[in-house]
């Protein structure tokens, strides 16, 4: 049973920056593509940065509102996939969990980034 665990998030100013970090156990997130993804309160659960596998090149790509804003990493030996966020905007205000693309696992139970004066 793969576990995703996150954390980092918290309350932050418009302009700020955060990292956040999920720690995997029960797979090796180096051979498959592992994504963020963010849900703001009301709406879908939505894609927003992803890294291919270790085979595939760790290619990364990123939705357009966080395109020049946010970096997915990854520390194979660790285990753990990042997302640095910078710039922070109000509109970035979500529960973000990280997941491998799919078919995903059993999701976590997210970390909350709250963007706000």
Request: proline share 3%.
């Amino acid at each position: 049973q793969v576990q995703l665990v996150e954390s980092g998030g918290g309350l932050v100013q418009p302009g700020g920056s955060l990292r956040l970090s999920c720690v995997a156990s029960g797979s090796a997130i180096s051979l498959n593509a592992m994504g963020w993804y963010r849900q703001a309160p009301g709406k879908q659960r939505d894609l927003v940065a992803r890294i291919s596998s270790i085979s595939s090149g760790g290619i990364t790509s990123y939705a357009d509102s966080v395109k020049g804003r946010f970096t997915i990493s990854r520390d194979n030996a660790k285990n753990t996939v990042y997302l640095q966020m910078n710039s922070l905007k109000p509109e970035d205000t979500a529960v973000y969990y990280c997941n491998r693309l799919n078919p995903v696992y059993n999701w976590g139970r997210g970390t909350l980034v709250t963007v706000s004066s």
